[in-house]
Nanobody, 116 residues
Framework: QVQLVESGGGLVQPGGSLKLSCAAS????????MGWYRQAPGKERELVAS???????IIADTVKGRFTISRDATKKTVYLQMNSLKSEDTAVYYC??????????WGQGTLVTVSS
């Protein structure tokens, strides 16, 4: 059974940076992509970025140019580098393993708070 564990969240000032990590345990061969999602208070969960097994990426327009997704297959870890953070980036960030283009397994989430 696959488990995903996120880390790296915290409090950061506007304009700052954070790097989130998502470490997977178990076999990932049935999953064709990994994604980062976020959910702000009172809002629906939204896709931030995803990366396929072939390296193809999807980046949300709201974070394009500021966030970067990457993966280390040997460590079974996916990263989300977040730069130039804004207050509107405040949310719980979740990692997910995708099957057939949809999230199938979720991590527990890590809170990112952007505030001065």
């Amino acid at each position: 059974q696959v488990q995903l564990v996120e880390s790296g969240g915290g409090l950061v000032q506007p304009g700052g940076s954070l790097k989130l990590s998502c470490a997977a345990s178990g076999s990932l061969y049935v999953f064709n992509a990994m994604g980062w999602y976020r959910q702000a208070p009172g809002k629906e969960r939204e896709l931030v970025a995803s990366i396929g097994n072939g390296g193809n990426e999807i980046i949300a327009d709201t974070v394009k140019g500021r966030f970067t997704i990457s993966r280390d297959a040997t460590k079974k870890t996916v990263y989300l580098q977040m730069n130039s953070l804004k207050s509107e980036d405040t949310a719980v960030y979740y990692c997910a393993a995708h099957r057939f283009g949809h999230p199938d397994v979720w991590g527990q989430g890590t809170l990112v708070t952007v505030s001065s």
